[in-house]
């Protein structure tokens, strides 16, 4: 923290999560470390019960699983330590943005405490680094190919460095499966879930959840109870046909609430 310039404390802090729906999911593991102006850091780290069952696909991410939880105790437990930790402390973390913010504003919602990031100002390290280290197949190519990709955006061209791309990966990193099989568990892990061909209904934490947009994460049967014209705008919307399967089922009420994991 020698290059940060800051005149309030600062909290860098991560999750570890049930999943990846702020509105459904549960946090297992918090820590916090908060930085003073002055340098000083204080720590606080707590695993707590989910209050819900960790799916095995979020147990092979974290490592945590059901049984080193069970005798923990809940969120709304450790919620106005932590509250007190934080204090107004600014914000910061990688990927905090998209999931560990609105995470933990739900978490305290349900512990019947306000907290939120408004009036803080948020460093998310990883919108920094998607900014600054370009993503695309042009830097893909030089990273792994050791030259500039000419003829971009040719589809020859770029199917010619896709696959060259692959093979540097391979070599760069010998923890890559070198089977089709292999990589696709990694790259094709997300569709064990979805539960159409474009992903916009999923399962989470065992729990159908709208996969996109405004409902994003937000169950399907809430859905269908609280505002059953979005599934109409669906209907008549240009989705794939077993998209709008599902959203028919969900305006019958015959879609199941749960799947076991």
Known sequence: MQQLQYDKPIVFFDLETTGISAPHDRIVEL????VQPDGRRDVWTKRMNPGMPIPKSATE?????NEMVAGEPPFSFFAAQLKQFIGDADLAGFGISRLDIPLLE???RRAGMEFSRRGRRIVDTQIIYHLREPRNLAA?????????????HTSEADV?????????????YADLPCSVEGLNSICNSEQENWLDSQGKFAWSSGVAVVGFGKYKGVPI????????GYFDWMLKSDFAED???VAARALRGDFPDTVSQ
């Open 160 to 172: 010619e460095a896709s696959m060259a791309v692959l093979d540097g990966m391979l070599r760069m």
């Open 221 to 228: 049967r809430t859905i269908a109870q609280n505002d059953p």
């Open 61 to 65: 991410v974290h490592g945590i699983s």
């Open 31 to 34: 820590t916090a470390i908060k």
């Open 140 to 152: 893909a190519y030089k990273k792994y190919c050791g030259s500039e990709l000419t003829d971009a």
């Open 106 to 108: 739900a978490e305290f």
């Open 243 to 245: 998209t709008k399967g």
